[in-house]
């Protein structure tokens, strides 16, 4: 199988169910990194955060990393000048597997990605060299002169895109954040012109989703096992009634190194894994969709990199399951989907997606399938598994009913009744006929549809959210038919959702009072 179809594999969840593994192996994978440990770091006029820390004297344990080192100062790529964070001068830890890191890890995958052929080679050599600018226009010139300009078009084409593609790579590469010496993610954005960094120069989770999978596909798996790794380190561990701390096993929607002096030792320097929870954020909105997204990333870590021995150790497991019994919690909420409150996923912004947004429940879907095929049976899984596979069945069947819209559809809510009051009533939602836009009857096609962007009591978002949707077709959440109706849709108002792209994040836009009202006048929404 192609990489590229074992991401979509993956994150389709449909792969079989792995055997349980080799706990004893599990056990002695359980220190993440033999030269680390846990301490927490007493923020002024703020809870205890638990900020991962590399030392070169002790060994890891559930909690935080620090990294000793002499001096200080700037080293590595200087294009990014300040956003470049501080790379550790400490030996590199020890490979999980054993295996020494002077070739482990980088042999490894290397030897791996040659057995797959990713991207066809993964040696420079091998790639492909393009003809100079001036040797292409010559070339153009004589093969217009000669009937040929096709040839020539091709030639300039397709040397285009690689050039872009490279300067991409380059970006990419470029936003790398180190720590201990180690790739551990890409900061969100690296704007040369602004000033006004804000929080934009951390690791976000949700931003770093993007970078691995495309990491994954060139083949480039260590960092992307980092990031899964340090991540898992900072989620909450400790279950607290500080209405100010996180959940237990919430993941942060960013961590950020930050190099610090050394306790007692003012000449020497450590590294710090500083998360944040939303504590810091703007809206301080804490993350639904982190936790979501750290699973459907393991899982394709394991089914591209055929290392599964990430997801099969303890602490992993762990973590997966933390992850659930958040998501499955029971409360007052009687819907298979998750309630969550506006700005907690897609962007840190309010845009009036508060409730059951779809993007939370298409990645809420996804995650379950992933961590369905990661969790070994046995350590008291049964009961999770159950508890797993019952709201998958529910969560499909509400959101495939309740959430498409199409022309039959539409029809079907203008005819709807309201104050219906039995268990068999058709309008379930009590939706009033009259909240239909008058957009949307003049925009939907005759062939096509989609899933709505929120459902409530009472109401509806009529938005189109296209990742929500996109989503739910990579994940299989959207049935085969809805999939192509979604496709066919896209297509057919190709002019409103793509144009000169991007994809917009939804359609349409808010504008004037409801803009307003809606984002609380927030620039950011424009």
């Known amino acids: 199988m192609g990489t590229s179809e074992a991401v979509l594999h993956v994150l389709s969840g449909a792969v079989p169910q792995f055997l349980s593994s080799d706990m004893c192996s599990s056990n002695s994978d359980l220190v993440f990194y033999s030269k680390c440990h846990i301490k927490s770091v007493k923020k002024k006029g703020s809870r205890r955060l638990p900020s991962l820390k590399c030392s070169s004297m002790s060994g890891c344990q559930i909690g935080s990393y620090r990294c000793k080192r002499l001096g200080g100062g700037l080293h590595g790529n200087t294009a990014i000048d300040r956003l470049t964070l501080l790379r550790c001068k400490c030996q590199q830890a ?39 600018v001036e040797q292409l226009k010559r070339e153009n010139e004589v093969s217009m002169l000669n009937g040929k300009v096709g040839t020539g078009t091709n030639t300039i084409f397709t040397g285009g895109v690689d050039s872009v593609e490279d300067e991409a790579w380059e970006l990419l590469r470029a936003s790398m954040v180190y720590y201990c010496g180690s790739p551990v993610g890409t900061i969100a954005a690296n704007d040369p012109t602004s000033s006004n960094v804000l929080n934009y120069d951390q690791v976000f989770i949700r931003d770093f989703i993007p970078s691995g999978i495309a990491f994954l596909l060139k083949g480039e798996y260590d960092i992307v096992r980092n990031f899964i790794l340090h991540t898992l380190q900072l989620q909450s561990w400790e279950k607290t009634m500080d209405c100010h701390s996180p959940g237990q096993g919430l993941m942060p929607a960013s961590f950020k190194v930050r190099t610090v002096p050394l306790d007692g030792d003012d000449s020497a320097t450590e590294e710090v894994l500083d998360p944040d929870f939303g504590e810091a954020a703007i809206g301080r909105v804490a993350p639904v969709d982190s936790g979501l997204w750290w699973i459907i990333l393991l899982r394709a870590y394991g089914k591209c990199s055929d290392d599964l021995s990430v997801q ?215």
């Open 94 to 132: 020890e490979s999980v597997s054993g295996v020494d890191t002077g070739e482990g890890n980088g042999a490894w995958f290397v030897d791996n990605a040659k057995k797959l052929n990713l991207n066809g080679s993964m040696n420079s050599e091998d790639i492909l060299e393009f003809k100079t």
């Open 312 to 526: 099969e150790r303890v602490d992993v497991q762990t973590g997966i399951k933390m992850i659930l019994r958040l998501c499955l919690a029971d409360g007052f909420d009687m819907f298979p989907t998750l309630l969550v409150t506006d700005g907690s996923c897609m962007i840190d912004r309010r845009m009036g997606i508060h409730g059951h947004p779809l993007e939370i429940q298409a990645l809420f879907y996804s995650a379950l399938l992933c961590a369905r095929e990661m969790l070994t049976p046995g350590d008291g899984s049964a009961d999770l598994i159950r508890a797993l596979n019952n709201r998958l069945v529910a969560l499909s069947f509400h959101i495939r009913e309740y959430y498409w819209i199409d022309m039959r559809k539409l029809n079907e809510i203008y005819r709807y009744k309201t104050e219906e009051y039995s268990y068999d009533a058709v309008n379930k939602f009590n939706i009033y006929p009259d909240q239909i836009s008058p957009w949307l009857v003049e925009w939907m096609p005759n062939k096509g549809g989609y899933l709505i962007g929120n459902l409530q009591p009472a109401h509806m978002d009529f938005r189109f959210f296209s990742l929500g949707n996109l989503w739910a077709v990579v994940s299989g959440l959207a049935t085969i038919d809805q999939s192509h109706a979604i496709l066919d849709l896209i297509e057919a108002k190709w002019a409103d959702l793509v144009a000169e792209m991007p994809f917009k994040i939804c359609y349409p836009a808010l504008e004037g009072q409801e803009w307003q009202i809606i984002t609380g006048c927030d620039p950011k929404n424009t």
